[in-house]
């Protein structure tokens, strides 16, 4: 390392060859070994010395007058350093006043980040807030009494419900078969217990004499961890007494209307039986009378024989139809496809051979299909479709159509005549059973077809109504 003296050494020598011999180069050395003492960090004061140290060094070599201008000289290379200092300087203020910008450009970076992550973290914190308020207020608005049970069976959380049904009891750190139950053990087949060591939710029904003999429904739903194991599980209590309570008595309900309708049934084919042995005598003696007799009755005596004998007969048919229309209302059901289609189909090639020679066109929409009893959907297509031909038969030409339309997103099915239709104002009439819009002279019938109808719809969920226009035709629509 050189030395300080061996620096001004050399500076002297420096000078000295300028007074010996002046020349730029001399001077311009000794000006560049200042400067980069200066860049060196050596202190202002330290060169300014060692060049006063020169000075007097060649004092006597400048005391000549004739040097004075090399006196002068001699101050070049120190004005040179000053200058090539004060450049340093500012080029080093410039770069302490970048770099002082760029860490303050930093910091502020850094300040806005960390205020960024500041605000986000609080707006992450205020979210997770609100979730779990929004999930607490949610699990105490449900009025089932909900549990969070460990394996232990420890309650570690319950919802608003639960606390207030055993507002005199510790909820929170009680085993659910003490709080539920009252015992000191589980009981048998606990639902808990099952779905902890299944890890399949589970459903059980239980009656309870620790709580004032209630019904519960109980679900329990397993909570996994993220490696798949079962710590927790949600234990969820309904009361269902009423629901219960309910059942029982439709239950018995349904047994003593199912006993009142066998009763009903029975008695009501007593009665046709009793029923039809005078009508089938009255039938058969007015035939005797009009067939052995005839020559002994006037005009007047065969027309009476006449009308006992149809009037029999219409009461034998109308007690036929009084059963059937017992026998559909409690008939259990069996429920497939049914295809529509084909029954209408059936039943039109039925009304034509009796009576080939009407001209009555069948438009029949193919493929319609529903999910019901056969028989049952099978008596209401064949209904339809005679009341359809037999207020039509006025008709020199006639159109009956089967379809199914739509009707705010329903499938409405229907059967269309241009018969002599009805007036609405007797719409409310036409199901029920012996109401007839039209004589039996006009129109033969015994009243029941269609109330026998409304009760198979009925039996189905549906409905079934009717629109007409007196002398036009009418439809009849049903839903299954």
């Known amino acids: 390392m050189i030395t300080r003296d061996a620096i001004q050494e050399k500076y002297v020598v420096l000078l000295r060859a300028h007074i010996d011999e002046p020349a730029e180069r001399h001077l311009a050395a000794a000006a560049d070994l200042g400067r980069k003492l200066l860049v060196a960090d050596v202190p202002i004061e330290d060169v300014v010395e060692m060049h006063q140290k020169a ?25 040179e350093m000053f200058m090539a200092y004060s450049l340093a300087m500012r080029e080093r203020a410039e770069e302490h006043e970048r770099a002082r910008r760029s860490d303050q450009q930093l910091i502020e970076a850094q300040n806005a980040e960390l205020q960024q992550e500041i605000v986000e ?40 419900a639960t606390y207030e049904a055993f507002a005199d009891t510790e909820v929170q750190g009680a085993r ?34 620790h709580l004032d003999d209630h019904w519960f429904d109980i679900y329990v739903y397993p909570v996994p961890t993220p490696d798949g194991s079962i710590q927790q599980v949600v234990h969820v209590v309904r009361d269902i007494t009423e629901r219960k309570q309910a059942q029982h008595a439709l239950e018995d309900y349904a047994a003593r209307l199912e006993a009142a309708n066998a009763e009903q049934e029975a008695f009501s084919y007593s009665v046709s039986h009793d029923l039809r042995a005078p009508l089938r005598g009255m039938d058969g003696f007015s035939q005797v009378l009009l067939e052995d ?19 029999s007969q219409r009461m034998g048919r109308l007690i036929d139809d ?12 069996r429920v497939e496809g049914v295809n529509l289609s084909e029954i209408a189909e059936q039943s039109a ?41 037999k207020y039509t038969s006025q008709q020199q030409h006639a159109t009956i159509e089967f379809g199914a339309t739509q009707q705010d997103g329903e499938t409405v ?10 007036d609405m104002a007797y719409a409310d009439k036409l199901f029920g059973a012996f109401q007839r819009l039209h004589s039996n002279e006009q129109f033969p019938g015994t009243g029941i077809g269609l109330a026998t109808v409304q009760r198979i719809i009925h039996r189905h969920g549906g409905r079934v109504w009717a629109q007409a226009t007196e002398d036009e035709g009418a439809t009849f629509y049903f839903t299954v």
């Not at 000075?55 to 004005?79: R, V």
């Not at 009084?322 to 059901?333: A, P």
């Not at 009555?360 to 056969?374: H, K, Q, R, S, W």
């Open 55 to 79: 000075l007097i060094e060649l004092d006597e070599e400048l005391s000549d007058a004739s040097n004075a201008e090399l006196i002068n000289q001699a101050f070049g290379p120190l004005m």
């Open 121 to 160: 973290r609080k707006q992450a914190e205020e979210t997770l807030q609100e979730a779990h308020d929004n999930w607490q207020n949610t699990f105490d608005a449900v009025q089932d009494l909900i549990t969070i049970i460990d394996r232990d069976g420890h309650i570690v959380q319950a919802n608003q």
């Open 176 to 209: 659910c078969w003490e709080l539920f139950h009252g015992r000191a053990d589980p009981i048998p087949d606990c639902p808990g217990l099952q779905a902890f060591e299944t890890g399949q939710p589970v459903h059980a029904e239980i009656f309870e004499p």
């Open 293 to 311: 007799y005839a020559d002994q009755l006037d005009e007047q005596g065969k027309d009476y024989l006449q009308r006992v004998r149809t009037a």
């Open 322 to 333: 009084m059963l059937e229309l017992s026998r559909i209302t409690h008939s259990k059901m």
């Open 349 to 389: 090639a039925d009304l034509h051979q009796p009576e080939p020679d009407r001209q009555v066109e069948f438009v029949i929409a193919p493929g319609l299909v529903v999910e019901g009893d056969e028989p049952l959907l099978r008596a209401v297509v064949q209904e339809l479709l005679v009341n359809a031909w």
């Open 413 to 422: 099915y229907f059967v269309r005549d241009d018969g002599i239709g009805f």
